[in-house]
C-alpha cells in the first residue's frame, strides 16, 4: 500500500530536486526520504528518480507521478498553514481570569 506521507515526500523532492532541500522543508532524514522514494518505486514497479551525488532528474514515471501528487502535496502544505494559524491565534487570544468577570 502506498502511504500518503510518501506521495508528498515525493512531490517535495521533485520540487526542489533536492533530497537535502527536501528534507529541511518536511522535516525528516534524507534516509526517510530515499525510504519512501524507494517503497514507492517498488510498489508502482517504476524508476520515478534518477539520483547521482550531484543532482536528482525525474523519470517520464516520475514526472506522471508527480503530476498527480501535487494535489496531495499543496493540501499538506494548507492543512499545515491552517494548522499554524490556529495555534497562532490560540496563543494571541486574550484570556479571561475570573477576577475581570461582570457581575
Do not use: W
Request: proline share 3%; net charge positive.
Amino acid at each position: 500500500m502506498i502511504k500518503a506521507n510518501h506521495l508528498v515526500y515525493f512531490a517535495c523532492i521533485v520540487k526542489h530536486r533536492s533530497f537535502s532541500a527536501a528534507a529541511k522543508e518536511v522535516r525528516v532524514s534524507k534516509s526517510t526520504l530515499s525510504r519512501a522514494v524507494i517503497d514507492l518505486e517498488q510498489a508502482l514497479r517504476a524508476s520515478l528518480l534518477t539520483r547521482t551525488s550531484r543532482r536528482v532528474d525525474v523519470t517520464p514515471a516520475g514526472e506522471r507521478l508527480y503530476a498527480r501528487c501535487r494535489a496531495v502535496y499543496n493540501a499538506v502544505l494548507a492543512a499545515q498553514k491552517a494548522l499554524e494559524n490556529i495555534e497562532a491565534e490560540r496563543n494571541i487570544a486574550p484570556t479571561r481570569s475570573p477576577g475581570n468577570q461582570c457581575r
